[in-house]
T-cell receptor
Framework: DAGVIQSPRHEVTEMGQEVTLRCKPI?????LFWYRQTMMRGLELLIY????????DSGMPEDRFSAKMPNASFSTLKIQPSEPRDSAVYFC?????????????FGPGTRLTVL | GQQLNQSPQSMFIQEGEDVSMNCTSS?????WLWYKQDPGEGPVLLIA?????ELTSNGRLTAQFGITRKDSFLNISASIPSDVGIYFC????????????FGQGTRLTINP
């Protein structure tokens, strides 16, 4: 069974450009999470969805960041315009409807470099 | 926001040695989790703890949920080269809250 799929795995762009990161969660999972990982701040939760509906976006850094989940099998995280400080590894994770939230399965991540 | 203080930040050990790392917080957590991250990959769940005082093993790994619910430790016995990576603790403040707070990670390096 395929795990969480993220694309692209690496993205290099110039400041000011729009960046779109993509995620396909594990089939049947009800929750989808977007995280950002940097050396300075570690793993930070940006936003999460339940049944395609955004539940908590308090971790989204600013208005330049937006996330959508148009259906149960696809989500995007968009940065427009991108800035060098957005350089990080972005992870998507999904979780089934379960009394425990421990079963978050992470994708391989997208390494974003903004020049 | 809520923070987990994870220590040590890094460890350099010899193959075969035992490893111990821990996480503490000023907040009470409902669940404690330990993840491992290999280079170029996402974190993978190792152990989940749900009750204060709970001690759980997964092969050579053992983790405990502190009695105060504000701390947890992870031990690795008889380390092997594939144990190399970054270990993260994570906590869930409230059951059903879905959100996890992650520690800063412990980078484990093993000398053969």
């Amino acid at each position: 069974d395929a795990g969480v799929i993220q694309s692209p795995r690496h993205e290099v762009t110039e400041m000011g450009q729009e960046v779109t990161l993509r995620c396909k969660p594990i089939s049947g999972h009800d929750y989808l999470f977007w995280y950002r990982q940097t050396m300075m701040r570690g793993l930070e939760l940006l936003i999460y969805f339940n049944n395609n509906v955004p539940i908590d976006d308090s971790g989204m850094p600013e208005d330049r960041f937006s996330a959508k989940m148009p259906n149960a099998s696809f989500s995007t995280l968009k940065i427009q315009p991108s800035e060098p400080r957005d350089s990080a590894v972005y992870f998507c994770a999904s979780s089934p409807l379960d009394r425990h939230t421990d079963t978050q399965y992470f994708g391989p991540g997208t390494r974003l470099t903004v020049l | 926001g809520q923070q987990l203080n994870q220590s040590p930040q890094s460890m350099f050990i010899q193959e075969g040695e035992d490893v111990s790392m821990n996480c503490t917080s000023s907040s009470i957590f409902n669940t404690w989790l330990w993840y491992k991250q290999d280079p170029g990959e996402g974190p993978v769940l190792l152990i989940a703890l749900y009750k204060a005082g709970e001690l759980t093993s997964n092969g050579r790994l053992t983790a405990q949920f502190g009695i105060t619910r504000k701390d947890s430790f992870l031990n690795i016995s008889a380390s092997i080269p594939s144990d190399v990576g970054i270990y993260f603790c994570a906590g869930q403040l409230k059951q059903g809250a879905q959100k996890l707070v992650f520690g800063q990670g412990t980078r484990l390096t093993i000398n053969p």
